[in-house]
């Protein structure tokens, strides 16, 4: 009986960290070490309603407002959570004790991160939320008043990203190509007579005159106002008749319905290669967002003119790893994650489809490099 009870015992206690490591809700907090010196980060870990876990992420020394995960998972003491807002993944092993967390933050370069479960008297302060910014009139036609350009580092391993943020814009990491198609909308093959130092990446943080938030059309046309200001930027537009990939689908009913302000611009995150994140978004973004790793435009013909939140996740082929060779490589094998086409169909329900059709294309007619600032 004695020697039963202690087997008993001896397995209860092999459990209890796993048990302990079940309920992870509370506030845990870390230093990261980066380049420019260190972040207080703190993470909000709760549970949902039906059991799953809800991690909310806040950069206290980068200002107020925080990143909520799109996935975590605890497995054997293993945490990962996923952030799309930052493109970012933490993943750590919590300790016997529940009481820390020891893993890494990658965003771009993996860094060391331990977190520690904060009590009442030890958790940081997180910055009260910047109030409400109203919306920029509609038919006002703001210029970019404060504007810094720098070529990126040649050894910059950032993912590259462009931001907006209530009165900021940045272009991270960013090709002069990709911002010409940024702002007015376009895929590279619609982009005539470019030349080759197009790929060459900048740095771009830029302020709005005016007053009020700007909506997407707003900040497009003063990215549109900065390159002709800074990049001597002039063109015209055609049509013409090229090859192109149509977006077609009767319905989004596998997509969810946005719950963000739909005046307010998309989130849109490539995670890692062939994993992305779309919030707040059309199908004309994600039109545009495809058309980006693909060797072709691709022209939303859905008519489905709603926001909608949603993920996808391919394999992609030589081609498209080519125009993701900046963003991370997803962790883990692909195994049977099918490829682009498939992915859309299965797990969005829309179809692409080649096809020769008339498109609109810019003619550049002179660029220059800009001067530095």
């Known amino acids: 009986m004695k020697s039963l009870l202690r087997v008993v015992v ?18 845990w907090q870390g230093t990261l070490q980066v380049p420019r010196g260190t972040l207080r980060i703190v993470m909000k870990i709760s549970k949902g309603d039906r059991g799953e ?3 909310v992420m806040y950069s206290i020394d980068e200002g107020p407002g925080g990143n909520a995960s799109s996935s ?32 890494t933050w990658s ?11 904060a009590t009442a008297e030890t958790a940081w302060a997180i910055p009260d939320p910047v109030p409400a910014i109203k919306p920029m009139a509609p038919e006002a036609n703001p210029t970019f008043e404060v504007v810094t350009v720098r070529p990126s580092k040649p050894d910059d391993e950032r993912a590259p990203m462009i931001q907006t943020q209530p ?7 960013r090709t002069v190509m990709e911002l010409i198609t940024y702002s007015y909308s376009l895929h590279p093959g619609q982009i005539v007579n470019a030349p080759s130092w197009l790929d060459e990446r900048y740095d771009i943080t830029a302020q709005p005159d005016g007053e009020g938030q700007p909506n997407q059309r707003q900040w497009q046309a003063m990215v549109r106002k900065l390159l002709a200001d800074r990049f001597k930027l002039t063109v015209h537009a055609e049509n013409r008749n090229m090859p192109a990939y149509v977006l077609t689908g009767k319905n989004a009913s596998k997509l969810a319905p946005s719950t963000g302000d739909a005046s307010g611009p998309p989130n849109l995150a490539m995670r890692a290669q062939g994993r992305f994140a779309a919030r707040n978004a059309t199908m004309g973004d994600l039109a545009s967002e495809l058309g980006a790793v693909l060797d072709r435009p691709v022209v939303d013909r859905t008519g489905i003119p709603e926001r909608y939140d949603f993920n996808i996740i391919w394999t992609p082929d030589d ?18 994650i099918p490829n682009l086409f498939t992915a859309l169909k299965e797990q969005l329900g829309f179809t692409l489809e080649a096809a020769r059709v008339p498109i609109d294309v810019l003619v550049i007619e002179h660029i220059e490099k800009p001067s530095q600032n």
């Open 167 to 173: 009165r900021r814009w940045s272009a991270i990491n």
């Open 72 to 103: 975590a998972s605890l497995q054997d003491l293993n945490l990962k959570v996923t952030f799309p807002g930052n493109r970012a993944v933490y993943e750590g092993r919590l300790s016997a004790d529940g009481r820390s967390i020891m893993g």
């Open 319 to 336: 081609f498209q790893l080519a125009r993701l060779s900046r963003f991370p490589v997803p962790r883990g094998s692909n195994g049977d």
């Open 10 to 27: 001896t397995a209860v206690l092999a459990l209890s960290p796993c048990l302990l490591s079940q309920e992870l809700s509370g506030t």
């Open 107 to 117: 965003q771009g370069q993996p860094l060391p991160l331990t977190l520690m479960l």
């Open 53 to 55: 876990l809800k991690v």
